[in-house]
C-alpha cells in the first residue's frame, strides 16, 4: 500500500524558512511526477510546485524565486525548501506522487506563518 507522509511543518514568523519533506513508502513502481499543494483556510486547494522524475520544476507565480521543489528518488522523497516566508503562506501542505496513472497524497503538514 502506497503511503505518503509529510514532515515538517510548523510555526515561523515572516521572513523566515521552512524545510518540508515528504517520504512515499510501499511504492514497488517507479514515482513519476510529484508536487506539493497547499490548502489555506476558505481556499481551494493549489498546486504550488511539481517536479518530474527527470528534475525539470514548475512554480505557481505566488511562490517562484522563494520556493525550491527537489526529490531523491533514491529516496523515495520530495522536499519543498521554503524561503521569505509570508503570512499568506499559512495553509496545510501536502504532497502528491503519481505512479503510473494513478495519484496519491499524503496527510498534510500545517504551515503557520506569523507576523
Known amino acids: 500500500q502506497v503511503q505518503l507522509v509529510e514532515s515538517g511543518g510548523g510555526l515561523v514568523h515572516a521572513g523566515g524558512s521552512l524545510r518540508l519533506s515528504c517520504v512515499v513508502s510501499?511504492?514497488?513502481?517507479?514515482?513519476?511526477?510529484m508536487g506539493w499543494y497547499r490548502q489555506a483556510p476558505g481556499k481551494q486547494r493549489e498546486l504550488i510546485a511539481s517536479?518530474?522524475?527527470?528534475?525539470?520544476?514548475n512554480y505557481a507565480d505566488s511562490v517562484k524565486g522563494r520556493f525550491t521543489i527537489s526529490r531523491d528518488n533514491a529516496e523515495n522523497t520530495v522536499y519543498l525548501q521554503m524561503n521569505s516566508l509570508k503570512v499568506e503562506d499559512t495553509a496545510v501542505f501536502s504532497c502528491?506522487?503519481?505512479?503510473?496513472?494513478?495519484?496519491?497524497w499524503g496527510q498534510g503538514t500545517q504551515v503557520t506563518v506569523s507576523s
Open positions: 517536479i518530474t522524475r527527470a528534475g525539470t520544476t
Open positions: 502528491n506522487a503519481q505512479i503510473d496513472m494513478r495519484y496519491y
Open positions: 510501499g511504492a514497488f513502481r517507479p514515482i513519476n511526477a
